[in-house]
T-cell receptor, first 115, second 112 residues
Framework: GAGVSQSPSNKVTEKGKDVELRCDPI?????LYWYRQSLGQGLEFLIY????????KSGLPSDRFSAERTGGSVSTLTIQRTQQEDSAVYLC?????????????FGQGTRLTVV | KQEVTQIPAALSVPEGENLVLNCSFT??????LQWFRQDPGKGLTSLLL?????REQTSGRLNASLDKSSGRSTLYIAASQPGDSATYLC???????????FGTGTLLAVQP
């Protein structure tokens, strides 16, 4: 596609349920990032995929969070047993690689509300 | 640990003014620096990318500079317009981890 696509755009879930958020990066982009933005806060790094390398999971806040990237393209962020503090906008970005001229492009985000 | 700071946190200017937004970072080992804008409830839109070997980039009314040795970047907006109102974020791509590390942003309001 022309840009990074995220789905769903909005998700309301009950506390304790599992959710899956999807990111379709720009075709050919080998790097993919997930960030979280809580209301009025900055962007919090979650996880980074680069090609076939092991992902950098250092930003995942707890073991309830996991992410995978299938076939080097689509990525899914899964949150198990959601809590109210998980409510935030989850943003995905992709770039051609990790070199100096690799511009990152963001999707429109998924707004997650845990009630 | 790389830290990115943006000053000011908020800025209000009348239409037509030229303005400068500041971004500073603590570790000069970066691949690049990128400026974004974020409109309320929206994702991030890329404005300019400056590679670590470059000093500045220009796009229309926007000019971004980079002084890697001092850990500073500025975004200059000429002849500001109400449509420029948004949050502006800078991010560095860490040379150590490849992560994009963001500042907390500058909320810009351009008054008509």
């Amino acid at each position: 596609g022309a840009g990074v696509s995220q789905s769903p755009s909005n998700k309301v879930t009950e506390k304790g349920k599992d959710v899956e958020l999807r990111c379709d990066p720009i075709s050919g982009h080998t790097a993919l990032y997930w960030y979280r933005q809580s209301l009025g806060q900055g962007l919090e790094f979650l996880i980074y995929f680069q090609g076939n390398s092991a992902p950098d999971k250092s930003g995942l806040p707890s073991d309830r969070f996991s992410a995978e990237r299938t076939g080097g393209s689509v990525s899914t962020l899964t949150i198990q047993r959601t809590q109210q503090e998980d409510s935030a906008v989850y943003l995905c970005a992709s770039s051609l690689g990790w070199t100096g001229n690799s511009e990152a492009f963001f999707g429109q985000g998924t707004r997650l509300t845990v009630v | 640990k790389q830290e990115v700071t943006q000053i000011p946190a908020a800025l209000s200017v009348p239409e037509g003014e030229n303005l400068v937004l500041n971004c500073s970072f603590t570790d000069s080992a970066i691949y690049n620096l990128q400026w974004f804008r974020q409109d309320p409830g929206k994702g991030l839109t890329s404005l300019l990318l400056i590679q670590s070997s470059q000093r500045e980039q220009t796009s229309g009314r926007l000019n971004a500079s980079l002084d890697k040795s001092s850990g500073r970047s500025t975004l200059y907006i000429a002849a500001s317009q109400p449509g420029d109102s948004a949050t502006y974020l800078c991010a560095v791509r860490s040379g150590a981890t490849n992560k994009l590390i963001f500042g907390t942003g500058t909320l810009l309001a351009v008054q008509p």
